[in-house]
């Protein structure tokens, strides 16, 4: 039961944190890794790469893309080779966001700070 406790205890502080995060950027969580993945990358990547990287799964990661774009953070692109490729990479509001996002403006829950 103490182990129960505890992992609730660590869920409500994400869930604060998420909460948080999304009040000051304007984006979910999921939807920040996949803009510092991209710019950790330094090049297109294609949903199936971003989706292992972050681990979510290919569906949310899908639904993650398309936000993103609706937001005009990422754009993406057909591959040369096969058009039937996408790539998706950083637009200059992305990279102006994910620098934005590297002041760490939310403050971490104490529970949370050991993590980092």
């Known amino acids: 039961m103490k182990t129960i406790c505890a992992m609730r205890d660590v869920f409500k502080a994400m869930s604060d944190f998420e909460n948080a995060f999304e009040a000051t950027y304007k984006i979910s969580l999921n939807e920040a890794m996949i803009l510092c993945t991209l710019k950790r990358a330094g090049e297109r990547m294609t949903a199936t790469n971003l989706?292992?990287?972050t681990n979510l799964s290919p569906s949310h990661a899908s639904?993650?893309?398309r936000i993103l774009e609706e937001k005009r953070l990422i754009k993406r692109?057909?591959?040369d080779e096969d058009r039937r490729q996408m790539y998706f990479t950083l637009t200059p509001d992305g990279k102006s966001r994910v620098d934005d996002?590297?002041?760490e403006k939310v403050e971490i829950p104490d529970l949370l700070k050991p993590l980092f």
């Open 51 to 53: 989706a292992k990287r």
């Open 63 to 65: 639904k993650m893309l």
């Open 77 to 79: 692109t057909l591959g």
């Open 101 to 103: 996002l590297e002041l």
